[in-house]
């Protein structure tokens, strides 16, 4: 079965703390994964996608993700997280007909 | 910046009642998908569109109606809201050979 699953429900962080947040797919065809944001009262924004080449993807905000094959993984990462870091962030795979698969996404707090 | 617009924001109607959630973009995309997403849930689609004409139910079991008569426009419908369809809907579009997906910033109903 296609699925998406995000382990860390709720991170609480200070400022300059470090970042990441764990996904795993499940999925037998052409892996194209994605990270979304989506900061209080604004839309679901990219911020970053994998679909093939360097496993290391960058995006948007500091943000980076490691696609790792063998662990079914794309795990997000941040080195220095700010307060405006602050929102839900969802793993997504894409599966056939440009479908997207959501994980249950992961609050992030960051305190001053 | 995403020009994928929902309407209304919010809403809360009673039991019965028939609505229709707008959902419009202004990129000329082929595809648009409904998504439904509960707190603290993943975002499950429920329908979506390759193009004028065309559209197809999604993974999660909706009672909902759409149509797609026109490429910038794929109105959501409830023929008789009940309380279980309570939610938060996020429309999006994508077009065939990218694969970035653009979110509006939903619509959240309440029907009591």
């Known amino acids: 079965a296609q699925s998406v699953s995000q382990h860390n429900h709720h991170v609480i962080l200070s400022e300059a703390a470090s970042l990441e947040l764990g996904c795993n797919y499940s999925y037998g065809g052409t892996v194209n994964l994605f990270w979304y944001v989506q900061y209080p009262g604004q839309h679901l924004q990219l911020l970053l996608k994998?679909?093939?080449?360097?496993?290391l993807v960058k995006g948007i905000k500091g943000f980076e993700a490691e696609f790792i094959k063998s662990k079914f993984s794309f795990n997000l990462r941040k080195p220095s997280v700010q307060w405006s870091d602050t929102a839900e962030y969802f793993c997504?795979?894409?599966?056939?007909?440009?479908?997207?698969?959501f994980g249950t996404g992961t609050r992030l707090q960051v305190f001053p | 910046e995403a020009d994928i617009y929902q309407t209304p924001r919010y809403l809360v109607i009673g039991t019965g009642k028939k609505i229709t959630l707008e959902c419009s973009q202004t990129?000329?995309?082929?595809?648009m998908y409904w998504y439904q997403q509960d707190p603290g849930m993943e975002l499950h689609l429920i329908h979506y569109s390759y193009g004028v004409n065309s559209t197809e139910k999604g993974d999660l079991s909706s009672e909902s109606t759409v149509s797609r008569i026109r490429t910038e426009h794929f109105p959501l419908t409830l023929e008789s809201a009940r309380p279980s369809h309570t939610s938060q809907y996020l429309c999006a579009s994508s077009y065939t050979g990218t694969l970035e997906a653009f979110f509006g910033q939903g619509t959240r109903l309440t029907v009591v």
């Open positions: 994998y679909f093939s080449g360097d496993p």
């Open positions: 997504a795979v894409k599966v056939e007909a440009d479908k997207l698969i």
């Open positions: 990129m000329g995309h082929d595809k």
